[in-house]
């Protein structure tokens, strides 16, 4: 999984210096402003759609560190599919418990 941040923060050019995975409950990633991408292991269950998606949302808050107007315009250019994911994520809700 961290080959794929790597992979896609290169494909958009955005630096991201580290990436963990981790065992979260309550969420599937995070971003720290020293450009630290955490993600949840879970994220090995989810198609890859989603995970892709998941990802670059994490790297979409490299640019916008929130969930502005902004930051959805940068994440429906990162990743146009992004509806589709949000809504597998909400269908899915339990995989985090
Ligand atoms: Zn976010």
């Known amino acids: 999984m961290p080959a794929r941040v790597f992979e896609l923060a290169a494909l958009h050019q955005l630096a991201v210096k580290r990436v963990m995975v981790r065992n979260q ?3 599937w990633g995070s971003c720290s402003r020293r450009g630290t991408i955490s ?3 879970r994220l090995v269950q989810t198609p890859i759609l989603v995970r892709d998606y998941l990802i670059l949302h994490e790297l979409a808050h490299l640019r916008e560190m929130n969930h502005s107007r902004r930051f959805w315009i940068e994440v ?3 990743c146009p599919g992004f509806r589709e994911a949000e809504c597998w994520l909400k269908q899915h809700s339990g995989l985090l418990a």
Do not use: E
Request: hydrophobic share 45%; net charge positive; proline share 0%.
């Open 39 to 41: 993600l949840n292991w």
């Open 25 to 27: 409950r309550s969420r």
């Open 76 to 78: 429906a250019r990162l």
